[in-house]
């Protein structure tokens, strides 16, 4: 097998439905502590191709390598188990809940000794390392008591990102994580994708606002009809990448 340098490569992915093949020989790849854009236009193949890297579906063809080495991810948690996280466009966050709580679902920390073996839940320890999380990454989430459901749109993107950046080991999917947001909040949102970033975990940004994109993305990669046809570094213009996705752009000159 050839070496990789990247955290995740993607080579020569294939996803078919059917008669209708959405990724045909896809090429991806992340590196550690880099922000990643991935973009193109409607139908060209982004969310199929995050959902096989993710482990929520299958491909028909390919390989992924993570830190060099062949996986193929049988589930979400297989992925998560590996240190893949995704924030998804709808955040799937419990309103009723506090930050740290959504944080912790599903991996709730148990109190020491016989309490923890009768279930009980260690929220001082949860809160504590939430908000210590929540404070390194710099987010306006102050009050972990306080219900998501009362949150900003941005606190809210926060949490979301922070739960992931919490449980990540090495990669973060983040899908148009700024689609509802006003320009304040976008603003912050983006300053959190590049201090994630700079921990040293990657990030993979979807987003369709190339503007966005070429602020806080190291690498710009373009799927068009379900191929990577082009990858760009941040000093591409919006032109550059607009041309590239819906073809305009001559990528052989």
């Known amino acids: 097998m050839t070496p990789t340098p990247y955290l995740l490569e993607a080579r020569n992915i294939v996803k ?11 090429d991806f790849h992340v590196e550690a502590g880099k922000v990643t854009a991935l973009i193109g236009d409607n139908g060209a193949g ?4 995050v959902k096989v890297l993710s482990g929520v579906i299958a491909p028909n063809a390919g390989e992924i390598l993570l830190r060099g080495e062949r996986v193929e991810f049988a589930s979400p948690i297989h992925a998560r188990n590996h240190g893949i996280e995704t924030v998804y466009q709808d955040l799937a966050l ?26 009980v ?21 102050k009050d972990m008591d306080a219900t998501v459901a009362a949150l900003s749109g941005g606190q809210r993107q926060s949490v979301a990102i922070c739960r992931s950046v919490m449980w ?3 990669l973060v999917f983040m899908d148009e994580p700024t689609a509802a947001l006003g320009v304040r909040q976008t603003r912050r949102v983006l300053d959190l994708i590049r201090r994630v970033a ?21 690498s710009i990669q373009v799927l068009r009809l379900g191929r ?18 819906t073809g305009a752009l001559d990528l052989a000159s």
């Open 16 to 26: 078919n439905y059917g008669h209708v093949e959405v990724l045909r020989e896809a």
């Open 46 to 49: 982004k969310s199929t191709l």
């Open 94 to 119: 419990a309103p009723d809940l506090g930050p740290a709580e959504n944080a912790y679902v599903g991996r709730e920390l148990l109190k020491p000794g016989l309490l923890g073996k009768l279930g």
């Open 121 to 141: 839940l260690d929220k001082k320890r949860m809160r504590r390392e939430a908000f210590r999380t929540f404070t390194s990454l710099g987010t306006d989430v």
């Open 168 to 170: 990540a080991k090495g």
């Open 198 to 218: 700079d921990s040293g975990v990657a990030v993979v940004l979807i987003s369709h606002n190339m503007p966005e994109v070429l602020s806080v993305s190291d």
């Open 228 to 245: 990577r046809v082009a990858e760009f570094t941040s000093s591409a213009s919006v032109e550059d990448l607009v041309g590239a996705m």
